[in-house]
């Protein structure tokens, strides 16, 4: 099995979205923010692509960690570039999945993605674990460390 390699999704972050079939709007290019639940982290580039297709948000984001990188405090989550729908109280809204990736390592970490309509955001959870992604878990974030996911889900 080969391994992926981030600079192609970078250089071409709409092939990251292969295997989707859609008839629908243009994509349009957003800047993912970085949350903490407690502080927000700095020192990060990022950017990504979002496109509305039959009440369904498809959202890209694409995050490289640098040089004046701070980590902040507490879950990461990122605001969703569109508002996802609201679920039942109790339900979860998975909404697509992505790679942490520890350049120190060259090592992915896989994580799932978390529509969450009460504060509009996308929250990142550990796979395996279920744990929320933080500035230290599943690694610690460094230089050249990166974030990068899929995500769909309804929308208002």
């Known amino acids: 099995m080969s391994r992926i390699d981030w ?3 970078e250089e071409d972050p709409i092939t990251y979205t292969r295997g ?9 290019q ?10 927000s982290p700095t020192g990060y580039t990022s950017n990504g692509y979002y496109t509305i297709i039959l009440g369904m948000a ?3 984001a694409h995050i ?3 040089a004046s990188w701070s980590a902040g405090s507490g879950f990461y989550a990122i605001p969703a570039p569109v508002n996802p729908a609201p679920m039942s109280p109790g339900y979860v ?4 999945s992505g790679y942490l990736y520890d350049a120190s390592t060259d090592d992915p ?7 969450n309509a009460t504060g509009n955001v996308l ?5 395996g674990t279920q744990s929320a992604v933080t500035g230290t878990y599943p690694f610690t974030f460094a230089v050249n460390d990166r974030i990068h996911f899929k995500a769909e889900y309804p929308i208002l």
Not at 93 to 96: R, V
């Open 58 to 60: 498809v959202v890209t």
């Open 123 to 127: 929250n990142l959870i550990a796979t």
């Open 93 to 96: 809204n998975y909404a697509g």
């Open 109 to 115: 970490y896989t994580f799932h993605v978390q529509a």
């Open 30 to 39: 957003w800047t993912p923010t970085l949350t903490g639940s407690t502080t």
């Open 64 to 66: 490289v960690v640098g």
């Open 20 to 28: 989707i079939s859609y008839t629908g709007g243009d994509w349009v």
């Open 7 to 9: 600079r192609d999704i």
